[in-house]
Nanobody, 129 residues
Framework: QVQLVESGGGSVQAGGSLRLSCAAS????????MGWFRQAPGQEREGVAG????????IIADSVKGRFTISQDNTGNTLYLQMSSLKPDDTGIYYC??????????????????????WGQGTQVTVSS
């Protein structure tokens, strides 16, 4: 089993920055693909970023590319999402997710195509104009 706990959400003005953290525990082999998702009210969940933790290879969604960065600490037990130049459209609940990398994915953990087994409870991010 894998447990995920997000933190770092909050309220910020447009143009500001936030860093989300996800503390992961449980079998590393079950979470070599980790990602961040978000869901705004009334909208579908959107994959924001993913990372193949074994080689620290990131993928960033086009909608946030250049503003968001995904990374992990040296132990591989904490995942980060650094968000800058935040916009009101970035408002939503942000979720951390994890799972074993699919065989078809190669070394890329793409949140738009990868299936994730484990999910955190989410953390709210609110960006005001």
């Amino acid at each position: 089993q894998v447990q995920l706990v997000e933190s770092g959400g909050g309220s910020v003005q447009a143009g500001g920055s936030l860093r989300l953290s996800c503390a992961a525990s449980g079998s590393p082999g079950r979470r070599d693909c980790m990602g961040w998702f978000r869901q705004a009210p009334g909208q579908e969940r959107e994959g924001v970023a993913g990372i193949y933790t074994v080689r620290s290879l990131p993928i960033i969604a086009d909608s946030v590319k250049g503003r968001f960065t995904i990374s992990q600490d040296n132990t591989g037990n904490t995942l980060y999402l650094q968000m800058s130049s935040l916009k009101p459209d970035d408002t939503g609940i942000y979720y951390c997710a994890a799972g074993p990398l699919s065989a078809a994915a190669g070394v890329w953990c793409n949140p738009e195509s990868q299936s994730f087994t484990y999910w955190g409870q989410g953390t709210q991010v609110t960006v005001s104009s």
